[in-house]
């Protein structure tokens, strides 16, 4: 799915987006990143998702909260064995977001082209995995759409959300600096 339809749905404010060095960031990481989320973080960068969703975005260092909850999400594929009839070991797994339920959004890097890496969700409250044959950006869609056949997140705050608000952090705090609520308006 094109990166436009998830930009006609949810427009990055001004300022929004990253600029990566895709080439030197996945030498470090040790692996190359699907291109829906690299138009994703072209376009939008690290930030919120109606103030629940956490996209996450790769150091160039191999560090920091991708890293950490990575981490986290390979210990808990290793805690609970996956997912039964599927082949895949905790290192081939890859977080990109986090929600506020704690719920895990990754990739299962089950082939050499990561744009056919699956996207697997940890759901906190039902504490399982779970599998869904779409890359990153129709996951989003789809969720906003409720076109799945029941929510993959373990809360409904994007579910069905025809016009999703996403907010860097920057442009949050500019807001909240204004004295107004970045989020006002957004159902949590």
Not at 3 to 23: C, F, Q, R, T
Not at 61 to 75: C, L, N, P, W
Not at 87 to 102: K, P, Q, Y
Request: charged share 25%; glycine share 6%; aromatic share 10%.
């Amino acid at each position: 799915m094109s990166i436009d339809v998830l930009l006609s749905l949810m427009p990055p404010h001004v300022g929004a987006g990253s600029v990566i060095d895709w080439d030197a960031t996945e030498k470090v990481w040790g692996s190359p990143f699907p291109t829906d989320y690299k138009e994703f973080v072209k376009h939008y960068g690290a930030g919120s998702i109606e103030n629940f969703l956490a996209v996450l975005q790769p150091s160039p260092d191999g560090s920091g909260r991708m890293a950490d909850e990575t981490s986290v999400a390979q210990e808990l594929w290793e805690e609970l064995e996956g997912i039964p009839d599927v082949e895949a070991e905790s290192d081939r797994i890859l977080a990109w977001a986090m929600d506020g339920t704690a719920d895990l959004l990754c990739w299962m890097r089950t082939e050499d082209d990561p744009d056919e890496w699956p996207v697997v969700v940890y759901r906190r409250l039902e504490d399982a995995w779970q599998l869904y044959e779409c890359g990153m950006v129709e996951f989003l869609t789809r969720v906003f759409r409720a076109e799945f056949p029941q929510n993959p997140l373990s809360s409904t705050a994007m579910w069905g959300v025809p016009t999703p608000l996403f907010l860097t952090r920057r442009e949050a705090t500019r807001i909240r600096e204004s004295g107004r609520d970045p989020w006002e308006g957004v159902v949590e």
